[in-house]
């Protein structure tokens, strides 16, 4: 949901920071107060095209600031921000920031790290639709409309696993194109292949091998100096009359006189004792380790040999010895398809056949699993519309289906050219369609050219998807466009029954609709240093009422008392 909006310098804006509640928020006010000036704002905030002749006069520039929580968001964010290079949200807060100025400049920020608007506007795509005069609608892209079909109908797995087929094709694709190639290209991979293996191959390395190489050469090269080290160790320790072992015997002879005068220090002897042993095992070591230690000068020349061998086939196989190895391995399969491409061919183009025919039953299942939901989701959302005034309308979903869909198994495929390709999501495309009056042609919701009939239209396709749709902020403007007395009870209804599972905007004349709210925003002009500013704030319910009143049209005790009627049990 949108917790906090602040809007500087735009319009008659000033600085101005709204803490938005959950539920339905409704704004009302005078015509003129600037009401219009969060669509505004949140447009700018979500991508959309800037028009600097709002900035407020005689500012350098204006800003918009949003903050989300995105707890509750069903798509997850995370790599949307990564694969655009912004910050990852803290504490599921989602910050947005945009900046014009007059000279031009136009800045975006998510999470502090600066964005493209392209990345702002895919943001705003998950986040907000905007229902009214405006172009910010999710449902008007027949793409979005087929994926809430299928999730009113329940068709989620069937259009997951089309998709799954979909992606085993492309890969089955993608191996047979590379082995379509013409036969000089054909013999020049073949040699670079056979030579990439051969190389890698015959050098027989071993996993983990090159850290052993490189401690054996350094060994190798430092032998001289490793000898002279460990002989005068042994010396130290056991090779002349002042060595360490010679010592620790004198004092064995002085322990032991001194533990015949007295028997209490036999530890201390045998402390002597278990020293002497460890520096025998020392000697023994040392000793050891010297037979070990080679200056043969060819073995050294094998190792530096081998080293130059893994560091040659790293700088072009691979970052590690591990990398050369699996390089070696996937050019060995590559070796072995071009080798056998014919084989290949044929296998390959045996399971296209066999997945192509897997696809079309699957396909021809899902659409018509599509056009099961079609009565239903058409009723429902005829009903909300009948609710909202629109008694003799029509709503329709006109599914298209290539006609190849209905090819039968054993048929020899998806057709390679005459036909365009299915979608991840099936054949089908869908295209939502409305008749507000009864002998007029249905058209397409995005053909529809009234605002306030489009908004109502989406607001029946709301309440009927509260479930199914994904985008968490709803903003209607102009929804209570031509209507009134029950048809205005029921938009408020209906607002509020979509804000049990939503956010809701709703800036809106009608005093019907601003009751149903859960938190009421007036928005009013004041005069402030001789400027005229907008300003907007929560309403407690006693001002609540004095705002619907004046709605309804006065303060008089008859208005105030139905002003009273309207709140009572919200």
């Known amino acids: 949901m949108l917790t906090t909006l602040r809007i500087k310098n735009l319009a008659l804006v000033a600085d101005l920071t709204l803490e938005l509640q959950a539920g339905c928020n409704v704004i009302t006010g005078e015509t003129g107060a600037g009401k219009s000036i969060l669509i505004g704002a949140l447009n700018l905030i979500l991508g959309e095209r800037a028009d600097r002749t709002l900035i407020r006069s005689g500012s350098d520039g204006c800003s918009v600031e949003a903050v989300f929580d995105i707890s509750g968001l069903r798509t997850p964010l995370g790599a949307l921000l990564e694969s655009n290079g912004l910050e990852a949200c803290e504490d599921d807060q989602l910050v947005l920031k945009r900046a014009l100025t007059i000279s031009g400049a136009n800045r975006q920020f998510v999470n502090g790290s600066p964005a493209t608007l392209a990345a702002l506007a895919a943001l705003g795509e998950l986040l907000v639709d905007i229902h009214g005069p405006h172009d910010h609608q999710s449902l008007l892209h027949p793409a979005r409309q087929l994926s809430i079909l299928d999730a009113f ?25 590379a082995l379509i190639v013409d036969e000089k290209t054909y013999a020049q991979q073949l040699d670079l292949l056979r030579f990439q293996v051969d190389e890698i191959g015959s050098a027989k390395f071993q996993p983990g091998e ?30 002349n009359d002042q060595s360490l072992l010679t010592q620790a015997g004198s004092l064995g002879r002085t ?89 290949e061919l044929v296998r390959l183009n045996g399971q296209l056949s066999r997945l192509d025919m897997e696809i079309l039953e699957a396909g021809r299942e899902l659409s018509s699993q599509r056009n099961k939901v079609v009565p239903a989701l058409r009723k429902a959302v005829s009903g909300q519309l009948a609710d909202l005034g629109f008694k003799q309308s029509r ?56 605002s306030g009939e489009l908004a109502r239209v989406m607001l029946a396709l709301k309440t009927v998807l509260a479930g199914e749709d994904e985008i968490p902020v709803l903003v209607f403007d102009e929804v209570d466009a031509n209507v009134g007395g029950e048809t205005a009870h029921a938009v408020g209804e209906k607002m ?21 709210g859960h938190a009421h925003f007036l928005v009013a002009k004041q005069l402030k240093d001789g400027r005229t500013v907008s300003e907007m704030r929560l309403l407690e319910r006693k001002e609540r009422v004095a705002e619907l009143a004046r709605m309804l049209g006065g303060q008089s005790e008859a208005a105030r008392r139905h002003a009273e009627a309207l709140l009572k049990g919200k």
């Open 255 to 343: 322990l032991q006189d001194l533990q015949r005068i007295d028997p209490e220090t036999a530890v201390l002897t045998d402390t002597q004792v278990q020293a002497v042993g460890l520096l025998r095992d020392l000697q023994s070591g040392l000793s050891r380790y010297l037979d070990k230690v080679d200056l043969d000068p060819e073995r050294m020349a094998q190792l530096e040999a081998r080293l130059d061998l893994i560091h040659a086939l790293k700088r072009k196989y691979g970052a590690s010895l591990a990398e050369v190895l699996q390089f070696g391995e996937s050019a060995r399969h590559q070796l072995h398809s071009l080798e056998q491409r014919d084989s």
């Open 395 to 450: 709503f329709d979903v006109a599914i298209t289906t290539p006609e190849f869909s209905t090819m039968k198994a054993g048929g020899g495929g998806l057709p390679a050219q005459a036909a365009p390709k299915p979608q991840l999501s099936g054949f089908d495309t869908v295209e939502y369609q409305f008749a507000p009056n009864p002998g007029e042609p249905a058209k397409a919701l995005r053909a529809i050219a009234s």
């Open 153 to 177: 109908g329940g068709l989620e797995k069937e259009r997951e696993s089309f998709g799954g087929l979909m992606h085993r094709r492309a890969e089955l694709e993608r191996e047979k194109a």
């Open 210 to 239: 090159e850290a052993a190489v490189e401690q054996d050469y350094q060994r190798a090269s430092n032998a001289a100096k490793l000898l002279q080290l460990a002989q005068s160790a042994l010396d130290l320790l056991a090779e």
């Open 496 to 516: 509020r029954q979509i804000a049990c599972k939503r956010q809701v905007l709703c800036i809106t004349h009608l005093p019907q609709v601003a009751a149903s």
